[in-house]
């Protein structure tokens, strides 16, 4: 693997305030690369020090085997998409995407080719001549798009780049974004706080809080196999339900119920168990349930998502849990007040540590 | 079906609407009456009196006679003093607005980038204290630091630079340009505050040194403030009056002081009241000049 961006021990301080807290991390050539977090997490702050719009306090940064940790942004092979754009509202579209090639004496025919395609590549074709205040929101994101790109940077930085569109926008832009990627195989270090976003387009994500790296990994692996409590509820929706280890690969929860839970925690540690709310299944409680975890309660609230329905259950311990039932005429409707079993794979159920 | 389907249909009056946007108008007019009438009297009727007198004859002893109208006033706006006055007056408020420029502009855009609002704000307000004494007073007391034994004139004799200020041009250059800053740094340091400092950050990604990018893109998004200023200083810097009569001498004559002598030793008011018109003129011309090439270019 060539690794495009190696970031070793990398902190930033403003002040007493820790953005950006020893974090090691290396991307892959060619990867879409999303750091994920919520805001002031210092997903930005790390990206910023990547283009060389701050300078980590300590720490390397290394593109391609290049040392940049103290290089000016006009020094870096890299390119960044604004959160705002941040487009020369002075410029043309033309000028806009022109502006990093005429900034490196590239010559005049080149030069208007390479916009000219760059230009095509996001589908601006026509608007050359126009000011940015003269195009929508998607239109000054996708000029944005061409004025980084156009200079073929070995790494694309993006912060938030869809973070003002409207929902329908964003959509469409993110498997644009994800053709464009693939289309010109660079680099792309994406920053976001919208997990869905997160999921959908990256080969790998980087989940912050508070200035540290909690995890790296596919979609997947932060979805199904979170590393710690944090990134479990910041990723999708999940129930938590205190209990110990009372033998190999069992958690007891309250003094109830004992079920089965990928760990390999020792006996006797606290552990968090995790449970998303789509992998549980709801039961009449007198049906038996063969090589599943069994639990006992009684429906609390029911809310109708349209797609879904949401099921609040009380279990005999006092914990409550949300359970997510697809909305098919084949699955019976519970009512508050109905007592329920509720069943889930021994795979499903994570026990955290963290 | 019966009759309990009526509704009324026509509710919208035409005639209703055109009463509304009389009234509007109306109320318009009428809240900007008190600042129309002010500009009238004190300045449009003061203005017509000054047009009419350039085209009035004088009395042996030299009192205006408002008969015998004749161009004499504006024929003598050809000699070769008025040309010598004019071109000093014009160098001068050239010279001064530059050099408030390259003053004005580093401290506005220090001021500008401050991270502090408390501290920003600390700052305008020196920038604005001398406004709170009197135009005069402080020209007088220039007076004193440019006087014989003043403060200025003892630190330019230790280094050698100057042995007399008080009475000459550099003098009221000085007087100028301390009187002037403060009128180029505000329009800067308002147009530098509402900088998006994010496109010269996308500017140095893009390759531009800090340099390039202050010139590609901070410079020309300031712009209006750099033409704000500009004309702030250099309109007042052309007439200016008050500074060359106190701290100028007898072969540093300017517009202004011209004009008045006009109207006070020289008993001359048809002349005083063409030259002036002449210079609003212009003035007036050269700003709506320098505004529409603007607007063209930003």
Same mark, same amino acid.
């Given at each position: 693997m060539t690794v495009a961006v190696g970031l070793h021990a990398v902190t930033k301080r403003f002040g007493d305030v820790v953005a950006v807290d020893a974090v090691d991390l290396e991307i892959a050539d060619g990867e879409f690369f999303s750091l994920l977090g919520p805001s002031g997490c210092g997903k930005t702050t790390t990206l910023r020090m990547i283009a060389g719009l701050e300078f980590p306090t300590e720490g390397s940064i290394r593109i391609f085997d290049e040392e940049v940790a103290l290089a000016p942004p006009n020094k870096r092979p890299v390119n960044t998409v604004f959160q705002s754009y941040a487009l020369f509202p002075h410029m043309t579209v033309a000028e806009n995407v022109?502006?990093?090639?005429?900034?490196?004496? &590239?010559? !005049? +025919?080149?030069?208007?080719?390479? /916009? %000219?395609? *760059?230009?095509?590549?996001?589908?601006l074709g026509g608007m050359e001549n126009r000011r940015p205040t003269?195009?929508?929101?998607?239109?000054?994101?996708?000029?944005?798009?061409?004025?980084?790109?156009?200079?073929?940077?070995?790494?694309?930085?993006?912060?938030?780049?869809?973070?003002?569109?409207?929902?329908?926008?964003?959509?469409?832009?993110?498997?644009?974004?994800?053709?464009?990627?693939?289309?010109?195989?660079?680099?792309?270090?994406?920053?976001?706080?919208?997990?869905?976003?997160?999921?959908?387009?990256?080969?790998?994500?980087? &989940?912050? !809080? +508070?200035?540290?790296?909690?995890? /790296? %990994?596919? *979609?997947?692996?932060?979805?199904?196999?979170?590393?710690?409590?944090?990134?479990?509820?910041?990723?999708?929706?999940?129930?938590f339900l205190d209990g110990v280890i009372v033998a190999e690969g069992h958690v007891e929860i309250g003094a109830a119920h004992t079920v089965r839970a990928r760990t390999g925690a020792p006996v006797g540690t606290a552990v968090t168990l995790m449970l998303r709310p789509e992998k549980i299944q709801l039961h009449h409680p007198d049906e038996v349930v063969d090589g599943r975890n069994r639990l006992e309660g009684t429906v609390r609230h029911r809310l109708y998502f349209g797609d879904s329905l949401y099921y609040e259950i009380e279990l005999k311990s006092g914990d409550t849990i949300d359970v997510r039932v697809e909305n098919v005429p084949s699955l019976p409707r519970w009512d508050p007040g109905q007592r329920v079993a509720v069943s889930f794979h021994h795979d499903a159920a994570d026990a955290l540590t963290e | 079906?019966?009759?309990?389907?009526?509704?009324p249909t026509r509710v919208a009056d035409p005639e209703f609407e055109r009463k509304a946007e009389r009234a509007e108008a109306l109320r318009g007019f009428l809240q900007a009456l008190p600042s129309y009438a002010y500009l009238v009297f004190f300045f449009a009727i003061p203005l017509v009196i000054v047009f009419v007198f350039s085209f009035a004859s004088r009395s042996r002893t030299g009192r205006p006679v408002l008969s015998d109208w004749n161009l004499d006033s504006y024929a003598k706006l050809f000699q070769p003093i008025v040309a010598e006055i004019v071109?000093?007056?014009?160098?001068?408020?050239?010279?001064?607005?530059?050099?408030?420029?390259?003053?004005?502009?580093?401290?506005?855009?220090?001021?500008?980038?401050?991270?502090?609002?408390?501290?920003?704000?600390?700052?305008?307000?020196?920038?604005?204290?001398?406004?709170?004494?009197?135009?005069?007073?402080?020209?007088?007391?220039?007076?004193?630091?440019?006087?014989?034994?003043?403060?200025?004139?003892?630190?330019?004799?230790?280094?050698?630079?100057?042995?007399?200020?008080?009475?000459?041009?550099?003098?009221?250059?000085?007087?100028?340009?301390?009187?002037?800053?403060?009128?180029?740094?505000?329009?800067?340091?308002?147009?530098?505050?509402?900088?998006?400092?994010?496109?010269?950050?996308?500017?140095?990604?893009?390759?531009?040194?800090?340099?390039?990018?202050?010139?590609?893109?901070?410079?020309?998004?300031?712009?209006?403030?750099?033409?704000?200023?500009?004309?702030?200083?250099?309109?007042?810097?052309?007439?200016?009056?008050?500074?060359?009569?106190?701290?100028?001498?007898?072969?540093?004559?300017?517009?202004?002081?011209?004009?008045?002598?006009?109207?006070?030793?020289?008993?001359?008011?048809?002349?005083?009241?063409?030259?002036?018109?002449?210079?609003?003129?212009?003035?007036?011309?050269?700003?709506?000049?320098?505004?529409?090439?603007?607007?063209?270019?930003?």
């Open positions: 022109g502006f990093g090639l005429a900034m490196r004496k &590239v010559p !005049d +025919a080149e030069l208007r080719r390479r /916009v %000219g395609e *760059a230009i095509e590549l996001v589908r003269q195009l929508s929101g998607g239109q000054q994101q996708r000029v944005a798009l061409a004025r980084a790109l156009v200079n073929r940077p070995k790494v694309l930085l993006l912060d938030e780049p869809l973070g003002a569109l409207d929902l329908k926008l964003r959509q469409a832009m993110q498997v644009e974004l994800k053709d464009i990627q693939r289309e010109v195989g660079i680099t792309f270090v994406y920053v976001t706080h919208d997990q869905e976003e997160a999921l959908t387009m990256s080969d790998r994500i980087g &989940v912050m !809080d +508070a200035g540290r790296l909690l995890q /790296v %990994g596919t *979609a997947e692996d932060i979805y199904e196999r979170p590393a710690n409590r944090f990134v479990a509820d910041f990723i999708g929706e999940t129930n | 079906m019966t009759t309990t389907d009526e509704r071109a000093r007056s014009l160098w001068l408020a050239l010279l001064n607005t530059v050099l408030c420029l390259a003053i004005g502009y580093p401290f506005a855009y220090w001021l500008a980038t401050r991270r502090s609002a408390r501290y920003r704000a600390v700052l305008l307000v020196l920038v604005l204290i001398p406004f709170w004494s009197n135009f005069l007073v402080r020209t007088y007391a220039w007076r004193v630091l440019l006087g014989e034994n003043g403060f200025v004139t003892e630190i330019g004799r230790a280094l050698g630079l100057w042995d007399k200020l008080l009475f000459t041009q550099p003098a009221v250059f000085i007087g100028l340009l301390y009187g002037y800053l403060p009128f180029m740094v505000l329009p800067l340091y308002a147009a530098l505050e509402r900088m998006d400092w994010s496109l010269v950050e996308a500017a140095r990604d893009l390759y531009a040194s800090g340099w390039v990018a202050f010139r590609k893109v901070t410079l020309p998004l300031s712009k209006p403030g750099v033409i704000a200023g500009s004309i702030l200083v250099f309109i007042p810097s052309l007439g200016a009056y008050v500074t060359p009569d106190i701290l100028g001498g007898a072969k540093t004559t300017l517009l202004g002081n011209y004009i008045v002598r006009q109207f006070t030793a020289a008993r001359n008011w048809p002349f005083g009241a063409a030259l002036s018109f002449v210079v609003l003129v212009v003035m007036l011309i050269a700003t709506i000049i320098y505004f529409r090439t603007d607007a063209r270019t930003i």
